[in-house]
């Protein structure tokens, strides 16, 4: 979801260009009214948790901060910060991993082939509507507390959108488009192999986005539930000892983690579709 | 131009083979636990299934409340922190697509906050308001959000340009620009995100309730969970399914309703 | 009718084809057109939008097959779309994801021709429409008028015996139509073709055409008059001959507002 930016169409007012400096200039500059943002935002947080506003369950930005560096510093249940960081990523990246092997697949071949579809879609339609977090319960009674039942739940979670998105790519492919295949002499297979796949890419790739904003939250899910590690063990020990500093630390840390996986898919997408601006920019 | 009607049929093996997909699906899943391929601690058959909903329907045992509880529990929570969501959301995300100081107001502390995972925040809320109503409410809240605030800002911002312009030579001011041309060009988009802000909702209460609940279906789960009820547990997925497809139905024709009222 | 000669490549008889909208109308789009075309032949096919002259094209390529009546090539009947067909495309058609020269050698790359010699091919006729030097491009990258030079180039590249183009410079400004034009009439001039042109435009007809058909403008599309343009090429906008044809044109459209 970070194209918000690329779709805005914005109108350029030219009047404004010639306007000497003033004070409403600054005002509305969007870098100053940013800082103020941030800044405040901030500096709130500080004067809440300070006077205890929100009773002693929130603590001042830097003691977090504090947290965070003590975290790295030492062992924290038989992990360092790095163990916890790449403890709920690697379920992710296997999880992720196994369900988008499979169900991307299965979505093309959903769409090529109306038998398929016909016998798929409708238990596939059964399970739509359950989210993925009420599956904790059932995956820990089947694989026990370790980690397959983390994994499990990912895969659940990740497995919907990645189908779906495959599934909808190829049915929205321009049908033109198989008409100049077949025009130029292609066959059937030539229609797939040069049209189907590459031209639902980049709906396989917002299905990979949405999918693996999911697997974190399945992650984190799992991990509050039964875990000895990862940063949702981190949250739950904050919570289950009372520490604000670790409870906000954790999340500062899922944020950064998530937002960074999104950013690394991105740029794998750029660098195998770099005509999609074409699309983007339609 | 008058137009000769015919019929096109949908061909049987279209309509014979969905249901039988399904028929089948329900007989393996029956099949595999009544012949103890599965175990019956880990998976209970669909009429092991139904046996205990009826069961549910009267019996407060061993979970504490009957299942309509459960559910209007759930449905409750949903319900606020999605409507709190939407009129909270939809006028921000506007407001932020047109008013530039909104925008950068907020913009900043909006996207530190969006790549959260809902359920992150329970422990915080735990803290602040206990596992009472507020606490789910306030996740559902902070879930449903996001949606509700990028496709407004999204459909403001995909105002046709020209229109704009347009509106500005014959004299509208900023306000009247934003209030008569912008939100309803905006009103598709922010339809939109009724679905999807729904479907985040209903995700992230089972979360919510997984952890921090006395009732409600996600409760029901972890309960079935802890209990090792496989029968109990199903039935809560189930019912979680369930009421999160019909309340995503109503959304749809409620959709559809609005959206065909601005085409008129 | 035109002289019947030897050498007829396309003969149409009798098509009709109805079409099924919205899962239960029936829309008749053309019936019973007969035409034929004669080898090297620069036909176009003139009629305002919604005539079903597009239909008729689609027929000729076998995308569409038709309900009554046949279309013969070289006399053996045509059952499907093949590469002795090429075909240009209103919106053109590029894929997105592949540079403009692989575009180009699609068709030549389908047939199983070796890379050296398909993209020999495709140099060859991206050269042609004066695109050398964006080989490495893709179509995003490209104007209007480029996206379906790399169009016309990717259906010359299959070497076809017909060439069909439908509308092609529909989507272009008047300008960079107009270019369009004396470029299709020097491309068709150093490689000649059988040509069946589809377009609602008259000028552009009488620019390019050696013969017109000009349909009704309203469905059922049925063929009712027929020009030959026997002027010389290069031709010229302004010349009297081809105003007078113009204006005799015009008279004779049917129009239906």
């Known amino acids: 979801m970070n194209q918000t930016a690329s779709v805005a169409n914005e109108t350029v007012d030219y009047g404004r260009q010639r306007e000497p400096l003033s004070l409403l200039r600054l005002v509305t500059n969007l870098y100053f009214l940013y800082s103020v943002s941030l800044l405040s935002f901030f500096v709130i947080w500080d004067r809440v948790a300070e006077y205890h506003l929100l009773g002693d369950a929130l603590v001042r930005p830097h003691l977090v901060a504090l947290q965070l560096y003590q975290l790295t510093q030492m062992k924290f249940a038989g992990q360092n910060l790095m163990g916890h960081i790449w403890a709920s990523t690697q379920r992710i990246l296997v999880g992720f991993s196994i369900a988008s092997v499979i169900a991307v697949p299965l979505g093309l071949f959903m769409a090529l082939n109306k038998y398929a579809n016909a016998i798929v879609k409708p238990v596939f339609d059964l399970f739509k509507p359950m989210p993925p977090i009420a599956w904790v319960s059932i995956s820990i009674l089947w694989f026990g507390i370790g980690e397959a039942s983390k994994v499990f739940i990912i895969i659940i979670g990740t497995f919907v959108p990645c189908l779906l998105n495959a599934y909808n790519g190829v049915r929205l492919v321009e049908p033109e488009l198989y008409d100049v295949v077949r025009v130029l002499g292609g066959k059937r297979r030539d229609e797939i192999v040069q049209v189907c796949f590459p031209a639902s890419f980049p709906a396989i790739f917002a299905g990979l986005q949405i999918s693996l904003s999911i697997a974190w939250t399945c992650v984190l899910a799992a991990e509050l539930m039964s875990s000895r590690d990862g940063l949702g063990f981190l949250i739950k020990r904050g919570m289950d000892t009372h520490k604000p500093a670790l409870v906000l630390g954790g999340m500062v840390l899922i944020a950064v983690a998530a937002w960074s996986t999104s950013q690394i898919l991105g740029l794998v997408e750029r660098k195998i579709c770099p005509w999609k601006r074409s699309i983007e920019n339609l | ?264 | 009718m035109t002289p019947t000669s030897p050498d007829i490549k396309i003969r149409c008889e009798n098509i009709s084809k109805t079409f099924i909208q919205k899962g239960h109308m029936e829309v008749p789009v053309i019936r019973d057109v007969s035409l034929d075309v004669r080898e090297n032949e620069f036909l176009v096919v003139l009629g305002p939008g919604q005539c079903g002259k597009s239909t008729l094209l689609r027929i000729i390529a076998g995308l569409e097959t038709p309900d009554t009546g046949s279309v013969t090539l070289d006399e053996s009947p045509v059952t499907g779309p093949g590469p002795d067909r090429g075909m240009v495309f209103q919106s053109y058609m590029l894929f997105a994801w592949k540079t403009v020269l692989s575009n180009v050698e699609l068709g030549p790359k389908l047939r199983g021709v070796p890379k050296d010699q398909r993209r020999e091919i495709a140099r060859k006729y991206l050269e042609l429409v004066g695109l050398s030097s964006f080989e490495k491009h893709y179509p995003h990258q490209l104007s209007g008028g480029m996206k379906q030079r790399v169009g016309i180039a990717r259906a010359y590249a299959n070497d076809p015996k017909i060439m069909l183009l439908d509308e092609p410079f529909g989507q272009l400004d008047a300008q960079t139509r107009m270019f369009m034009q004396v470029e299709t009439a020097r491309i068709w001039d150093q490689e000649k073709r059988t040509v069946i042109f589809v377009t609602n435009n008259i000028d552009e007809a009488l620019y390019l055409g050696d013969r017109i058909v000009l349909m009704r403008g309203k469905l059922p599309g049925v063929i009712h008059h027929e020009y030959l343009v026997d002027l010389p090429r290069p031709r010229d906008h302004t010349n009297m001959d081809l105003l007078r044809m113009r204006a005799k044109i015009i008279d004779e459209t049917e129009l239906v507002l």
């Open chain 2, 1 to 264: 131009m008058a137009y000769q009607e015919v019929k096109v049929k949908t061909p049987l093996s279209m309509i014979v083979l969905p249901v039988a997909s399904i028929c089948s699906f329900f007989l393996i899943w029956e099949g595999l636990v009544d012949f103890g391929f599965v175990p019956e601690t880990l998976l209970a058959a669909p009429s092991q299934v139904f046996n205990t909903m009826v069961v549910k329907l009267s019996d407060p045992n061993p979970d504490g409340a009957v299942l309509a509880v459960h559910a209007w529990t759930s449905i409750q929570e949903a319900f606020l922190g999605y409507i709190l969501s939407l009129v909270i959301g939809i006028p921000l995300g506007l407001a932020m697509g047109w008013f530039k100081v909104v925008e950068g107001l907020t913009r900043p502390v909006f996207e530190m906050i969006r790549p959260i995972p809902p359920i992150a925040w329970i422990p915080l809320t735990v803290f602040w308001f206990g596992i009472g109503l507020t606490g789910k409410v306030f996740i559902i809240w902070i879930a449903g959000i996001v949606p509700c605030v990028i496709n407004s800002y999204v459909g403001v911002r995909m105002t046709n340009p020209v229109l704009i312009q347009m509106a500005r030579t014959y004299g509208a001011t900023n306000w009247q620009i934003f209030t008569q041309l912008c939100i309803p060009s905006a009103l598709p988009m922010v339809f939109g995100a009724l679905q999807i802000a729904l479907a985040y909702c209903w995700t992230n209460l089972v979360g919510a309730e997984l952890l921090a609940a006395d009732t409600g279906l996600g409760y029901l789960i972890t309960m079935g969970g802890r209990l090792m009820r496989p029968d109990i547990v199903v039935l809560g997925m189930i019912s979680v399914g369930l009421s999160g497809a019909v309340i995503g139905v109503i959304i749809d024709a409620v959709e559809k309703k609005l959206l065909a009222g601005i085409r008129r």
